[in-house]
């Protein structure tokens, strides 16, 4: 299908609706864990082992859930997603604090890659949804499927400073009791509310169609890696510890100081990030481009991004401890990264619909996004290992070569369309 359906602005407010509902979940449920455990005690290792499951669930489930889309339709795998976050945040409510440590380690694992598997479902319905729904002229794809992901984002943000909030007033159980409880609601709601417009199953769809044979869809499935995976390198473990121990002086009132101020920035960061990825169509005039020159410049915008955590790095290297100075340029520096890491994040999330055929968006979108789940997995992994043995330093040294390896993986890209099966 090549335009939009009579109710494809329905069914678009509606995804969108869902998918906001997930990801402020997804961001407070992330702030909630991360702040939790922390103050518990554990390493930055022992943190970042919390959310392995999570992104090891996440490359299976895309891997699989391309498929289950098309043979069973898009509406079935979101509201799947959206039901198995509410059992999630459910049971990580049933946390016994009295449980021992490799007990309680085990089962937030668990219930973390439930979490991974619920958000993936919710992520590959949503953009998948946006090929079908989204005007066929006038850069319209590029439009809708920038404010569906901005926008997302801009809540996931929220969530973060919604986690840390909840966190400081209900305390971790009674957070969580009230998320599930919010998003159960939101369920039901967008069931009741969702008009027709996403596509059915096709019974014919075969497994083996997850696995890509366009060059282009690999070749940005591999950018797509290093650049989230350099995003995870300082997000999910380095940069909160860091602002945490900086902020804390040790004390209950600050601790909830601290958990406030980073959840904040996070907060902050990513509804910045969001934003910009929201209004990039217009940024980078692609309405007026053609696609060759969109895929140029996603190759030029990956450069310009991995020359930040490369300063950040050096900055890091020669500051002999944790000075005003280096806070204040990290503060300042990891906005400039999210703000163009959002440029070439949009770029990617246009760029796969573009590359994607109709009949196989699903299963494209599915392989896209296992890649970017495995960035974050192994973003996730050296975050906490290159903290531990290198501190800032390495952490962001780390993030700019993955950045690098991210343009050199755009650099591939054909600009003449689908270039044959890849090697």
Same mark, same amino acid.
């Given at each position: 299908m090549t335009g939009a359906r009579p109710d494809g602005l329905g069914a678009y407010a509606a995804v969108t609706a869902a998918y906001w509902a997930f990801m402020l979940t997804d961001g407070a449920l992330r702030m909630l864990v991360l702040l939790h455990f922390h103050t518990l005690g554990f390493s930055p290792v022992q943190l970042a082992n919390l959310f392995v499951l999570y992104e090891v669930a996440g490359m299976v489930t895309n891997l699989g859930a391309g498929w289950i889309a098309a043979r069973f339709g898009l509406t079935r795998t979101l509201y799947a997603g959206l039901a198995l976050q509410v059992l999630a945040l459910a049971a990580l409510a049933r946390l016994d604090p009295g449980w021992a440590i490799g007990t309680s380690v085990a089962y937030v694992m668990a219930v973390q890659g439930a979490s991974g598997v619920a958000k993936d479902l919710a992520k590959m319905s949503s953009k998948s949804a946006v090929k079908f729904l989204a005007p066929a002229q006038d850069g319209s794809l590029f439009r809708w499927v920038a404010i569906l992901t901005g926008s997302k984002n801009a809540v996931k943000g929220a969530?973060?400073?919604?986690?840390?909030?909840?966190? %400081?007033? *209900?305390?971790?159980?009674?957070?969580?009791?009230?998320?599930?409880?919010?998003?159960?609601?939101?369920?039901?709601?967008?069931?009741?509310?969702?008009?027709?417009?996403?596509?059915?199953?096709?019974?014919?769809?075969?497994?083996?169609? /997850?696995?890509s044979r366009s060059a282009n869809v690999n070749r940005l499935s591999a950018a797509r890696l290093f650049l989230f995976g350099a995003r995870d390198v300082w997000f999910v473990v380095g940069v909160p510890v860091y602002f945490h121990a900086v902020l804390s002086d040790? $004390? %209950?009132? !600050? &601790?909830? +100081?601290?958990?406030?101020? /980073? !959840?904040?920035?996070?907060?902050?960061?990513?509804?910045? =990030?969001?934003?910009?990825?929201?209004?990039?169509?217009?940024?980078?005039?692609?309405?007026r481009r053609p696609e060759a020159r969109l895929i140029g410049m996603a190759r030029a915008w990956a450069w +310009?991004? +991995?020359?930040?955590?490369?300063?950040?790095?050096?900055?890091?290297? /020669?500051?002999?401890?944790?000075?005003?100075?280096?806070t204040l340029t990290l503060i300042l520096g990891l906005l400039a990264f999210g703000a163009v890491f959002?440029?070439?994040?949009?770029?990617?999330?246009?760029?796969? *619909?573009?590359?994607?055929?109709?009949?196989?968006?699903?299963? &494209?979108?599915?392989?896209? =996004?296992?890649?970017?789940?495995? !960035?974050?997995?192994?973003?996730?992994?050296? $975050?906490?290992? $290159? =903290?531990?043995?290198?501190?800032? +330093?390495?952490?962001?040294?780390?993030?700019?070569?993955?950045?690098? *390896? $991210?343009? *050199?993986a755009a650099g591939r890209l054909a600009p003449d369309g689908d270039p044959g099966p890849a090697g």
């Amino acid at each position: 299908m090549t335009g939009a359906r009579p109710d494809g602005l329905g069914a678009y407010a509606a995804v969108t609706a869902a998918y906001w509902a997930f990801m402020l979940t997804d961001g407070a449920l992330r702030m909630l864990v991360l702040l939790h455990f922390h103050t518990l005690g554990f390493s930055p290792v022992q943190l970042a082992n919390l959310f392995v499951l999570y992104e090891v669930a996440g490359m299976v489930t895309n891997l699989g859930a391309g498929w289950i889309a098309a043979r069973f339709g898009l509406t079935r795998t979101l509201y799947a997603g959206l039901a198995l976050q509410v059992l999630a945040l459910a049971a990580l409510a049933r946390l016994d604090p009295g449980w021992a440590i490799g007990t309680s380690v085990a089962y937030v694992m668990a219930v973390q890659g439930a979490s991974g598997v619920a958000k993936d479902l919710a992520k590959m319905s949503s953009k998948s949804a946006v090929k079908f729904l989204a005007p066929a002229q006038d850069g319209s794809l590029f439009r809708w499927v920038a404010i569906l992901t901005g926008s997302k984002n801009a809540v996931k943000g929220a969530g973060f400073l919604a986690g840390a909030a909840l966190l %400081a007033t *209900l305390g971790f159980a009674g957070a969580l009791v009230a998320m599930a409880a919010t998003l159960a609601a939101i369920l039901t709601a967008v069931v009741i509310a969702m008009p027709p417009g996403l596509p059915g199953g096709r019974r014919g769809a075969g497994f083996a169609e /997850v696995f890509s044979r366009s060059a282009n869809v690999n070749r940005l499935s591999a950018a797509r890696l290093f650049l989230f995976g350099a995003r995870d390198v300082w997000f999910v473990v380095g940069v909160p510890v860091y602002f945490h121990a900086v902020l804390s002086d040790g $004390s %209950a009132a !600050g &601790d909830r +100081a601290a958990f406030f101020a /980073v !959840g904040t920035f996070m907060a902050v960061w990513v509804i910045l =990030y969001g934003a910009v990825q929201a209004g990039a169509p217009r940024l980078l005039a692609a309405a007026r481009r053609p696609e060759a020159r969109l895929i140029g410049m996603a190759r030029a915008w990956a450069w +310009a991004l +991995a020359a930040i955590p490369s300063c950040l790095a050096l900055a890091a290297l /020669v500051s002999p401890g944790p000075q005003p100075w280096l806070t204040l340029t990290l503060i300042l520096g990891l906005l400039a990264f999210g703000a163009v890491f959002a440029v070439n994040s949009a770029l990617h999330s246009y760029l796969i *619909l573009a590359f994607s055929q109709a009949e196989r968006v699903t299963m &494209d979108v599915g392989f896209y =996004y296992m890649a970017n789940a495995g !960035g974050r997995l192994l973003g996730t992994i050296l $975050s906490g290992l $290159s =903290y531990q043995a290198g501190g800032l +330093a390495l952490m962001l040294g780390v993030a700019a070569a993955m950045v690098a *390896l $991210s343009a *050199l993986a755009a650099g591939r890209l054909a600009p003449d369309g689908d270039p044959g099966p890849a090697g």
